[in-house]
């Protein structure tokens, strides 16, 4: 019972109890060796030991997400000392690539994509700064204080152990090939580096403009309007028209950027949007040998006379309006319509917004700069004509260039999506 009391009191009481055996007549000799027993045993105050924390970080260039956990991650291993970080990158490496897929067999976790981080038998996909970043200081903070089973190790060690904490397993054999610059022609070489996500947003938004789709059918509204008496009901049923066109635009893009932000950096997703461009630009070249008019190949013949046909009834309506809903509705299907037509540039802004270090604000702001320079050439006809009461259109020859310009940037763009996308990281 005394021994029971002893271990499990305060100092303080361990001298009072000391000086209580003195009383009861027990040998200087015995006091000093009881003391001295349970001293060397360590019940004098011990501080506990914390216990190594291994991460296990896998994560690939051009991933934008691993790019937001990696600093944090570096931040965790310095504020606790018992952290040990080790780094995985799995796009140059096929050993760190075999050690992902090892690891999630181990774990049985999805490792389609990456971030992927590994703390005892837990793993985290995905990093958000919100929620994922709590969620794995919370998992090191448990684990410092109570033993986790470090479930990788067995596949991770022999790689570990040649290198220390925070050194990138693989790195010697890493290599980078270096695609800085790009000769376009007419344009010349161009500094990829050099290109900021403002000018990138406005050539492509350019380029997506000058195709016919839609253009065509703006064109034939604006005919009609100029037979319209009333100015008020000219102006507001072709502004309609065109921002309504820009609406759709703005849905289509921000659903895809979401469903994007949502899945996270998944290679597969990379590679299929570098392939659309990759296709597409091969098709833009295409259309600017066969396609001499430059006209829209996606709406012809009968379609075009439908639509030609429904835009008079729906303009001539006398009830004010039926008229401006039938207008809205006919853009967003004639739009619709013209993001086959586009060959898929906004599909590939997007994927470039979502390999950059934004915030949500940022690339919403984007997308809508990406949709002004898109509408320019819509609202300078629509505004030309209406001052001056006359009919002016883009020569088609432009479109026929841009056909060209943009296949050209197209198939650039795919090329550095599959082999550099970090040169498409701005931010």
């Given at each position: ?22 009383d009861?007549?027990?040998t ?13 045993l ?11 924390v291994?991460?296990?970080f896998?994560?690939?260039e ?45 774990l ?26 709590k ?31 925070t ?5 010697a ?27 990138v ?6 380029l ?60 597969w ?5 570098a ?68 060959a ?64 050209l940037?197209?198939?650039i ?15």
């Amino acid at each position: 019972f005394v021994i029971k009391v002893f271990c499990a009191s305060s100092e303080a009481t361990r001298f009072s109890m000391l000086a209580f055996l003195k009383d009861l007549n027990v040998t200087k000799t015995f006091t000093s060796s009881f003391f001295a027993f349970f001293t060397l045993l360590g019940f004098t105050d011990p501080v506990r030991a914390e216990n190594t924390v291994p991460i296990y970080f896998f994560w690939s260039e051009g991933c934008p997400h691993c790019t937001k956990e990696k600093p944090f991650l570096d931040e965790l291993s310095e504020k606790y000392p018992s952290v040990e970080l080790y780094s995985f990158e799995i796009s140059k490496s096929s050993k760190n690539r075999k050690l992902l897929i090892e690891t999630g067999e181990i774990l049985q976790k999805d490792v389609s994509g990456v971030p992927f981080t590994v703390i005892g038998d837990q793993a985290f996909t995905g990093y958000t700064e919100s929620i994922t970043s709590k969620q794995i200081e919370d998992r090191i903070k448990y684990c410092i204080n109570n033993p986790c089973p470090d479930s990788v190790i067995g596949v991770v060690g022999e790689v570990i152990s040649k290198v220390s904490p925070t050194t990138e397993p693989d790195e010697a054999g890493q290599t980078e090939s270096i695609i800085d610059k790009v000769r376009v022609p007419l344009f010349g070489e161009i500094d990829l580096k050099n290109l900021s996500l403002p000018l990138v947003t406005i050539v492509m938004g350019a380029l997506d403009g000058f195709n016919p789709c839609a253009m065509w059918t703006l064109l034939f509204l604006i005919s009609l309007l100029l037979g319209v008496a009333d100015k008020k009901r000219r102006w507001i049923l072709g502004s309609a028209f065109i921002f309504a066109s820009a609406f759709v635009y703005f849905l289509f893009m921000a659903a895809w950027l979401n469903l994007l932000l949502f899945i996270g950096f998944v290679i597969w997703v990379r590679v299929l949007v570098a392939l659309v461009a990759l296709g597409g630009g091969i098709y833009n070249i295409r259309e600017y040998f066969t396609n001499k008019e430059g006209a829209c190949k996606v709406t012809g013949g009968e379609k075009r006379k439908a639509v030609f046909e429904k835009l008079k009834e729906v303009t001539m309506q006398k009830t004010f309006i039926l008229a401006l809903l039938g207008i809205i509705l006919l853009a967003f299907a004639v739009n619709l319509v013209e993001l086959i037509c586009s060959a898929g540039l906004p599909v590939i802004f997007t994927q470039i917004l979502t390999l950059s270090d934004l915030s949500q604000g940022q690339y919403y702001a984007y997308m809508l700069l990406y949709i002004f320079i898109f509408m320019l050439d819509d609202l300078f006809i629509f505004f030309t004509a209406m001052i001056t009461l006359e009919m002016t259109g883009i020569n088609t020859k432009y479109s026929r260039y841009s056909h060209l310009v943009g296949g050209l940037i197209m198939i650039i763009i795919g090329i550095l999506l599959l082999f550099k996308p970090e040169l498409l990281m701005f931010g």
